[in-house]
């Protein structure tokens, strides 16, 4: 199959990731509009604060790529599956 | 009405009836409008078809038919991206999977919402442990 993933980080592979040391209570400010804090540095955990603009999408990572994935996955279906599944499921009642 | 070379063969469509994603899919962000098919068989499912990319279609169905107390509220940014006010209703949909060994799955960590108003949609994230983007269907009722 042929995927177009246009926003797929490997891509981005020649850039070189800005790498900085920060402390607690520090923070980094990106753009004009987002800014991050290192709240709490914890037993391998780390808290941080982010203040962006409503309409910026965050998202933990693993939560972002399983259903970048399961997107992904989902295109690879045929038609026959899908119509004896559907035969299957019209006569599936379900208790409301 | 225009027509694409799907792999599930031509389709015919009007472009009125084009659902638009204005953010694409989450991971397929090229993907905005799509169209949706007709089963031909009886039953909740039903797919719609990439108009940008003939090589992707997806399964959907109304996550109600299988879990009756799954709801999606949108907020007040997520309106705006459908161009709905507060008190306007939406759609909620789920992508299905099919598995290899031919059960179904749907994603309800990854719903679609959908105005038929405005005809726009997008795909959220849930951020609950109780949705998995693979959630099996509950186990049917016993015959009555």
């Not at chain 2, 789920?94 to 990854?110: D, F, Q």
């Amino acid at each position: 199959m042929r995927t177009r993933l246009h926003h797929n980080f490997d891509t981005y592979a020649e850039y070189i990731m800005l790498v900085l040391t920060r402390k607690a209570g520090e923070g980094i400010i990106i753009g004009d509009s987002i800014s991050i804090k290192i709240i709490e540095i914890k037993g391998g955990n780390i808290r941080i604060g982010i203040d962006a603009p409503r309409e910026t999408k965050i998202y933990r990572q693993e939560v972002f790529d399983r259903i970048k994935q399961e997107n992904v996955e989902a295109t690879n279906w045929n038609l026959d599956d899908l119509d004896a599944l559907s035969a299957n499921l019209a006569t599936r009642t379900v208790k409301k | 009405m225009k027509k694409i070379m799907t792999r599930f063969g031509e389709v015919e469509y009007d472009p009125s009836n084009v659902i638009t994603f204005p953010e694409g899919l989450i991971g397929l962000e090229h993907l905005h409008n799509f169209i949706v098919m007709p089963n031909k068989k009886e039953g909740p499912l039903f797919w719609i078809q990439s108009v940008d990319d003939p090589d992707f279609a997806f399964v959907v169905t109304d996550p109600t038919n299988f879990f009756f107390d799954y709801q999606v509220n949108a907020d007040e940014e997520e309106r705006k991206k459908l161009g709905i006010g507060p008190e306007d209703d939406y759609f909620v949909l789920t992508i299905v999977s099919i598995s290899p060994e031919k059960e179904i799955t749907l994603n309800l960590a990854g719903p679609i919402l959908y105005s038929p108003v405005t005809n726009k949609a997008l795909q959220g994230i849930i951020e609950d442990s109780r949705f998995d983007t693979k959630t099996p269907l509950p186990k049917a009722e016993p015959a009555q």
